[in-house]
């Protein structure tokens, strides 16, 4: 079995504000160390459910915040940007079985954390056929148009709660939960626990199953902090301008849509 694995930071279980995330604060460190704790719990309940051939996809900001030096042997890990619309599941391909997700975060203007956003702090909204777009969201369609199911995602508590409608077969953790800038966070050595049996959970189904079925159109609308932003964004080819700050772009084509994503969010 050959699993990808994609981890950002924002989600997980001991962050609470922007500059524990940030490389050349202080704290950063004790956050990237946990990063990389929580990454090789996942990987433990993979190798549990059997999983020969592991790809790790450090998806934070630089993407080198997880320590290449604590990976097990057999596990690659991917790091920086290529510039690939596909971006946190960059590297993933069809002859991969299962992605899962950990370190994941709500979306942007969605309250469960204090860092809540899609891709990036300059928009306050990004819808998918009407449905507000987080992070996870963008990234499981990404990887369903390689075939390759999403059946693990760890995270805030509120965006576990909203993913679940995605799809049945889809096994949550969450590793802390949210109210406004407040951040309960969840006993580190439960978390852990929790991420390596919900890991080897989610790779004991039926994983031809478990792949969803993507929509046969979309409907992408952005909402942006500054109306500069959406003015420039209107001049990409079939983007549409709708009010002072929001513009429109709408596709049969998913890969359109994240290649839209990647120019204007």
Known sequence: MKVFISADIEGISTTCKWEETEKGHPSYPLHATRMTDEVLAVIRGAKSAGATQITVRDAHDSATNIDPLRMPDGVRLIRNWSGHPYSM?????????????????????????????TMNTRNTMVRINGRLASEFMIHCYAAALEGVPSVFLAGDKALCESEKELSPYLVTVAEKEGRDELTICY?????????????QKALNQDLKSALIKLPESFKLEISY?????????????????????????????????????????
């Open 225 to 265: 902090k500054d109306h500069n932003k959406a003015y420039k964004a209107s001049f990409y080819p079939g983007v549409r301008r709708v009010n002072s700050t929001s513009v429109v772009f709408e596709n049969e084509n998913y890969f359109e849509i994240l290649r839209t994503i990647s120019f204007i969010l």
């Open 89 to 117: 599941v960059d590297g993933i391909d069809s002859d991969y079985d299962a992605v899962l997700f950990v370190g994941y975060h709500s979306a942007a203007s969605v309250v469960g954390n204090a860092m809540s956003h």
């Open 187 to 199: 006993p580190p050595a439960e978390v852990l626990e929790s991420l390596k049996a919900g890991a």
